[in-house]
């Protein structure tokens, strides 16, 4: 039965280009090969999220409310697209402040960030605190609030120490979050990242004259709680579009490994999965080409630890026969309806019916924290078969 099997994956994984069958057995014990099978396919699947390796997060992190939000307006419960249109890029980050200082100058470390990424939109998320009540009837109703780069004055010759990025007039009673678009300053950093020497906030009067900053007041990473602390949030697009045509390199063979899956047994006796291969054979063979679930659980995966939501998704797969006639409801190409013709009048020999297959695929958002602890969220085309069809 092992040999049988044996020969079977073998033939499978086809074109000859294999090691003979006396190299596998000797290599062969059912322990270590399901557990090599579960690296390499955990791995693949990491690569399919864009990852090499797991982030490592330590301890319990609780996601920033603004990603939660954003997570919940582009996705639905099940983390499928609710509209592709909303988000310009496939992905967004937030990052918080290191610099900790008690000045109102921040800094945020982008390195997690790759240099092919590009950058659509920065902004800075400040959280503007009420005034304090002795100085709430002031004069001033309005204030002018600037957010400057700073920058080395040693390096080109320099002469300004910053450069002006965003102004806006602000409320002098308001509280809440402000946002301010900060894109210029960070597209220079992804440059060069040594230029990184932070954000200054500067409050004037509306006569100009630079206003106390115990009146407008904004929470730091220092003293204020957590969900109130300054927040980069980046927005950008790292040119994956289409996951599955990438991997389509000829000499990428973990492909054809992947497929190879269902001959490999996972776990148990192997006639046992022999024999319940056979029997969902047999079965899909009875039925016509439809969707059925497939739950893809994180938890299961060992991924619960990074990802914050969601803990699933149903990927959805087609299974099903597709036999002549084609009805309409099996969506079938042109070539298709041709081919299961061509297959019931057996005019030449060795055409099989058309392949149940999906026809459409919709994109799932992730929301997990990466290496350095950042919050990102990503979406990922071409995850879930929104249907089948005979093709
Ligand atoms: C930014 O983070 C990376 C990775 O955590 C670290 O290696 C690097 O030293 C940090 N840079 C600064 C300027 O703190
Ligand atoms: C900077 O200024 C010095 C003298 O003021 C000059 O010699 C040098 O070429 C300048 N460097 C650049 C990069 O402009
Ligand atoms: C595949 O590998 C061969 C030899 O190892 C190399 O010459 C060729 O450029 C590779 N093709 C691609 C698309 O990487």
């Given at each position: 039965m092992m040999l049988l099997l044996l020969t079977l994956a073998a033939v499978a994984r086809g074109a000859a280009a294999r090691p003979p069958l006396g190299d596998l057995e000797s290599h062969f014990t059912a322990e270590t090969e399901s557990e090599e099978v579960r690296s390499a396919a955990i791995k693949r699947l990491l690569e399919v999220f864009g990852m090499e390796d797991p982030p490592a997060v330590h301890g319990h992190k609780q996601a920033p409310q603004y990603m939660l939000d954003l997570y919940n307006t582009v996705a639905d419960?099940?983390?499928?697209?609710?509209?592709?249109?909303?988000?310009?890029?496939?992905?967004?980050?937030?990052?918080?402040?290191?610099l900790h200082s008690e000045q109102v100058e921040f800094r945020f470390n982008l390195s997690s960030v790759a240099r092919s990424e590009k950058v659509l939109t920065a902004e800075l998320h400040l959280f503007k605190l009420r005034p304090q009540s002795t100085l709430a009837f002031n004069r001033h109703h309005f204030c002018q609030v600037s957010i400057y780069q700073l920058l080395d004055t040693s390096r080109n010759n320099k002469t300004q120490g910053?450069?002006?990025?965003?102004?806006?007039?602000?409320?002098v009673h308001s509280t809440g979050w402000e946002v301010f678009t900060i894109t210029q300053a960070v597209r220079?950093?992804?440059?060069?990242?040594?230029?990184?020497?932070?954000?200054?906030v500067v409050v004037r009067t509306l006569g100009g004259s630079t206003m106390d900053m115990k009146m407008i007041r904004f929470a730091s990473g220092r003293t204020h709680h957590q969900s109130k602390q300054p927040m980069l949030v980046l927005f950008t697009d790292d040119g994956r579009r289409a996951t599955t045509l990438e991997s389509l390199d000829p000499n990428d063979t973990t492909d054809t490994e992947t497929s190879n899956l269902p001959q490999t047994p996972m776990s148990g006796p192997s006639s046992r999965t022999a024999r319940s291969l056979d029997y969902t054979?047999?079965?899909t063979a009875s039925l016509p080409c439809q969707r059925q679930p497939l739950y893809v659980d994180f938890e299961e995966i060992g991924w619960s630890g990074w990802i914050v939501s969601p803990r699933g998704y149903n990927a959805y797969h087609c299974k099903g026969s597709c036999p002549f006639p084609?009805?309409?409801?099996?969506?079938?190409?042109?070539?298709?309806?041709?081919?299961?013709?061509?297959?019931a009048l057996k005019l030449i020999r060795g055409i099989e019916t058309p392949?149940?297959?999906?026809?459409?695929?919709?994109?799932?958002?992730l929301l997990y924290f990466d290496d350095d602890e950042n919050v990102v969220l990503k979406q990922y085309n071409d995850m879930v078969a929104g249907s089948c069809g005979c093709h």
């Open positions: 419960v099940d983390g499928v697209t609710k509209d592709p249109y909303l988000l310009e890029g496939n992905t967004v980050r937030s990052f918080f402040d290191k910053r450069k002006l990025l965003s102004s806006r007039l602000i409320p220079s950093w992804m440059v060069d990242e040594d230029s990184n020497l932070g954000l200054h054979e047999e079965e084609l009805g309409q409801n099996m969506r079938p190409t042109n070539h298709a309806t041709v081919q299961s013709i061509i297959n392949c149940c297959v999906p026809d459409k695929l919709f994109s799932i958002n």
